[in-house]
């Protein structure tokens, strides 16, 4: 059987300005480690994105944002997963990426990514790469993004619709207002459509087992998103709940082999809910306390291949997955200042995870002898699905565990110029080693123009769930014996920043141990190894921006990536593979009268290797958005994504040349209206 492509999508630009640029400087130490925000960020090299220039590039998900930084790329898999390249770093085999911690208004909502989630919800998103240490936040091994919506903002009333390619059907709205003491923040959305991409690469049932396949060979990725966001806010508490539900066709098929129909799916829930208390409890320490609960839940329904005519007794081989884990967590943390020039912060948090619901279900399996044995492989001899649950349903270990997590962060300032950062946290899992993680950081600038940052980190991350302790019902087994995987890093940072112009450049080098890959332990099985051999990952982000006397503005912000994947198993020792090592963004956002706004951008990728020996060529894609505001509060926007038709592609893992076909020319438009 050919590997699947897990249901789980657990994988896991420069900073876009829409306030004035000459006032960069408050914007940079908002968010540098000097900042008081987002204590559990620093120190961090943080890339800040802004809703109002990423709806005027064009840019409508928070896919298509992300793509837009240096050192990420955004990719779809054969089997409905959505991956995130954090500078280069990919692991082709494993589908399991809970390496990256997602987060709504600074709460987690894990490592979940939902690649639709609407820009024109958004009022800003932080984004660090590298280690991102924080006292609740155990997905941020290598990256950690933070996505502050408009309904956290006060007067930020907005409702947006848009259409487009695909049939695409999508609806937005966005309220804060007052409530007594209270700040009331609410957001909706709801986005579907039913995209079909041609598939020349993939395989079919007919090749592989000369079934019968009758429907359009094409890649179906339809989608229907809905998400829900309410807050309730004062001086001293603060209340949100998230809902989020995406419900995503299987792409080139789950099972690496297209879909004969359109009921293959991968759905993904989320609910997460917190309180948060924060008061001042003397002079110089404030006490803040959270309470919450996070519940993720993911379903997928695929067949395999179809047997039409059933002549012989046979059905169509049928799998499902229902499958909710749950987390409960309590955190006090302190923030100090009784010390000459030291802000201390020490903290511990403590959550117990637990699996609501471990359910599969088939109508053929090999492990357990169901279906008919034909020339020593098991085919289904009935329609009816057998449920399997406990030990033997998605993993075997479903006991709770908790998790004791310990923090403390101490800001220096040595000088009025000159600031040290020291942060150490331990996490205590039950059933696996201590995770223990640091990061050093220093920043120093003389003047209002120059900053300059070092930082050194080690972070560590304990193996998943679906690693540690996966059945093996698709021939994918769980292995108890996996290490911790380890990120030690070195960054150099410079920063350049006056009012009409900002540059950063951030030098990296990272060593991956203990890397989770995936090995072939007999013919078709397969189960997750620790890497023997260190990972290296090394490059170069630059990030450039400038407000012309027009107020026009340009973007431009580039990377160059080396990561060295190995995979002892498969004897493969690649520069970089799947995702291009060299990438290139550009953008201008030019208002040609007070009303008409003209918005190209330009995205180059370098060629990317793939696992063959082979490459995808590099590609020049072009991007135009054009909006034409009716008044100070409505606008209509009119754009096409890849203006010229340019065919380019993604990895494709088991096709027939490894690559994807993307789609062609696409268009949209939207109104947005402010109130």
């Known amino acids: ?187 909706f959305f709801y986005l579907k459509d039913n995209k079909k991409v041609d598939a020349p690469s993939a395989n079919l049932t007919t090749e592989q087992f000369g079934t019968s396949f009758d429907r359009k060979k094409e890649s179906l990725e339809g989608k229907e998103d809905i998400g829900f966001l309410l807050s309730f806010k004062n001086d001293n508490f603060e209340f949100s709940n998230t809902y989020i539900k995406s419900n995503i066709q299987n792409n080139y098929g789950f099972f690496n082999l297209l879909d004969f129909n359109d009921d293959g799916y991968s759905e993904y829930e989320t609910i997460s809910s917190e309180l948060k208390y924060t008061k001042d409890i003397s002079e110089n320490n404030i006490f803040e306390s959270k309470i919450g609960i996070l519940e993720n839940n993911y379903n997928f329904n695929s067949y395999f291949y179809k047997l039409e005519p059933n002549n012989i007794g046979l059905y169509n081989p049928h799998f499902g997955i229902d499958y909710t884990k749950r987390e409960k967590y309590l955190s006090f943390l302190i923030k100090n200042k009784t010390f000459n020039n030291h802000e201390i912060d020490f903290g511990i948090n403590v959550s117990r995870n637990s699996i609501v619901k471990n359910d599969f279900y088939t109508n053929v399996d090999e492990d357990y002898k169901i279906g008919s044995l034909i020339a020593g492989k098991y085919y289904p001899n009935s329609p009816n699905l057998t449920k399997f649950s406990g030990n033997d349903g998605n993993i075997s270990n479903i006991d709770d565990k908790t998790n004791i997590s310990y923090y403390i962060n101490d800001t220096y300032s040595y000088t009025d110029n000159l600031t040290f950062s020291f942060l150490a946290k331990i996490d205590d899992f039950k059933d696996f080693d201590n995770s223990k993680s640091f990061k050093v950081g220093t920043v120093y600038s003389n003047d209002n123009t120059n900053i300059y940052k070092f930082i050194l980190s080690k972070s560590s991350k304990i193996p998943s769930n679906t690693e540690d302790s996966m059945v093996g019902h698709l021939n994918l087994y769980g292995n108890e014996d996996l ?193």
């Open 1 to 187: 059987m050919y590997i699947k492509k897990l249901f789980f999508p657990l994988i896991f630009p420069l900073s876009l300005f829409s306030q004035e640029l000459d006032n960069i400087l408050n914007d940079l130490n908002e968010y540098s480690d000097k900042t008081h925000l987002n204590i559990n960020y620093k120190p961090t090299a943080m890339t800040v994105l802004y809703g109002n220039d990423l709806e005027s590039l064009g840019i409508n998900t928070l896919s298509e944002a992300l793509d837009f930084i240096p050192g990420i790329q955004t990719y779809s898999g054969t089997g409905s997963n959505s991956y995130i390249s954090i500078r280069g770093q990919t692991q082709p085999f494993n589908t399991i990426y809970e390496k990256i911690g997602f987060f709504i208004n600074n709460i987690s909502i894990g490592p979940n990514y939902y690649q639709n989630f609407p820009i024109s919800l958004i009022d800003r998103i932080e984004i660090s790469k590298g280690s991102t240490l924080g006292l609740n936040n155990p997905h941020s091994f290598i990256a950690n993004v933070n996505i502050i919506t408009k309904s956290s903002i006060e007067n930020s009333n907005n409702i947006s619709l848009q259409t487009g390619s695909f049939d695409k059907r999508f609806s937005s709205l966005s309220l804060n207002e007052k409530l007594g003491s209270y700040n009331m923040g609410l957001g």
């Open 483 to 675: 290490k911790n995987e380890d990120l030690k890093s070195a960054e150099l940072i410079y920063i350049y920043s006056d009012n009409k112009d900002k540059l950063k450049l951030n030098l990296f080098y990272s060593i991956y141990e203990n890397s989770i890959d995936i090995k072939e332990f007999e013919t078709n099985k397969y189960t997750y190894m620790n890497e023997s051999s260190n990972l290296d990952n090394y490059g170069l982000e630059a990030e450039y921006s400038k407000l012309f006397e027009n107020r026009s503005k340009i973007f431009l912000n580039s990377s160059y990536n080396v990561f060295e994947y190995k995979n002892s198993s498969y004897n493969l020792d690649i520069n970089t593979p799947i995702v291009s090592k060299f990438t290139t963004k550009l953008g201008y956002i030019y208002p040609i009268t007070s009303k008409f706004t003209i918005s190209p951008l330009l995205r180059y990728y370098g060629s990317k290797n793939l696992l063959n020996g082979e490459e995808i060529n590099d590609v020049l894609l072009t991007d135009l958005n054009l909006i034409h505001k009716f008044s100070k509060h409505s606008k209509l926007s009119f754009g096409v994504k890849n203006l010229f038709d340019q065919t380019y592609y993604y990895y494709g893992y088991q096709t027939k040349d490894e690559k994807m076909l993307r789609e062609g020319k696409t268009w949209f438009t939207s109104f947005s209206y402010d109130f």
